[in-house]
């Protein structure tokens, strides 16, 4: 978890909504629409924001996988 705290740390710096959208769908349980409503923005939005998180994260994991 330590791991996962200091990833979303660097990518709340590169992209603070990023890491929000990752935070309360994986830690919040929010769905799509909560996570749009809860941010203020559209659900086309979250999908990107939580596409770009994953992969970005993953890409931070795993990053002999690039």
């Given at each position: 978890?330590?791991?996962v ?58 990053p002999?996988?690039?």
């Amino acid at each position: 978890m330590v791991i996962v705290d200091d990833l979303l740390e660097r990518l709340a710096e590169l992209n603070p909504r990023h890491a929000r959208v990752f935070e309360l769908r994986c830690f919040g349980g929010l769905d799509v629409s909560e996570t749009a409503s809860v941010l203020e923005v559209s659900v086309a939005t979250i999908k990107n924001d939580w596409r770009f998180a994953r992969a970005w994260l993953a890409s931070q994991l795993n990053p002999e996988q690039k």
